[in-house]
T-cell receptor
Framework: GESVGLHLPTLSVQEGDNSIINCAYS??????FIWYKQESGKGPQFIID?????DKRQGQRVTVLLNKTVKHLSLQIAATQPGDSAVYFC????????????FGTGTRLTVIP | ETGVTQTPRHLVMGMTNKKSLKCEQH?????MYWYKQSAKKPLELMFV???????ENNSVPSRFSPECPNSSHLFLHLHTLQPEDSALYLC??????????????FGPGTRLLVL
């Protein structure tokens, strides 16, 4: 399954399928990006980050892709599991010398067993 | 567990009450943050402290008053709040680094309801 930007707030995928969550960020000066996962009743949990001098970074079952040309960020989750059900946020940082993150509205991922 | 704890986890208060939210981080970080998370809205940065000094106040109403006595503790004092202030208040911390590009680690939040 694939979401498009932040205009589609929900994404449903079958367990075992790959998920792609997209994020269109706002500032061309952004040079640091983070994906967070937030489960119900919990705070956001760091998943993976990427700096603007990279276009791809891989973690455990997750991959983040960065396309600076179109200001687009995506999170790919391989072999999606029920425990992946959560809201996923992308965040960007574009302020020089400051660590202020600006968050998107999030995408709710639901994994269907 | 991220190493960032928040108390209380839930709080109900009237508009005339005064209460405080507490955040503590056990990660040796030097920066701490308060965010507000309302339904269907992006996380809103409220305050930032670096080495106990406030470096950001994101146009937050004065009925919210932060306090950072040391790099491990952060408070948010609340007084005469409005019902629209009901939200999840999240604390985060980040380690020292260069250029301000450090990962922020969040606590579980305090769910606040203002009646």
């Amino acid at each position: 399954g694939e979401s498009v930007g932040l205009h589609l707030p929900t994404l449903s995928v079958q367990e075992g399928d790959n998920s792609i969550i997209n994020c269109a960020y706002s500032n061309s000066a952004s040079d640091y990006f983070i994906w967070y996962k937030q489960e119900s009743g919990k705070g956001p949990q760091f998943i993976i980050d990427i700096r603007s001098n990279m276009d791809k970074r891989q973690g455990q079952r997750v991959t983040v892709l960065l396309n600076k040309t179109v200001k687009h960020l995506s999170l790919q989750i391989a072999a999606t599991q029920p425990g992946d059900s959560a809201v996923y946020f992308c965040a960007e940082n574009f302020e020089t010398g400051a660590n202020n993150l600006f968050f998107g509205t999030g995408t709710r991922l639901t994994v269907i067993p | 567990e991220t190493g960032v704890t928040q108390t209380p986890r839930h709080l109900v208060m009237g508009m005339t009450n005064k209460k405080s939210l507490k955040c503590e981080q056990h990660l040796g970080h030097n920066a701490m943050y308060w965010y507000k998370q309302s339904a269907k809205k992006p996380l809103e940065l409220m305050f930032v402290y670096n080495f106990k000094e406030q470096t950001e106040n994101n146009s937050v109403p004065s009925r919210f008053s932060p306090e950072c006595p040391n790099s491990s503790h952060l408070f948010l004092h609340l007084h005469t709040l409005q019902p629209e202030d009901s939200a999840l208040y999240l604390c985060a911390s980040s380690p020292p680094g260069q250029g301000g590009r450090e990962t922020q680690y969040f606590g579980p939040g305090t769910r606040l309801l203002v009646l």
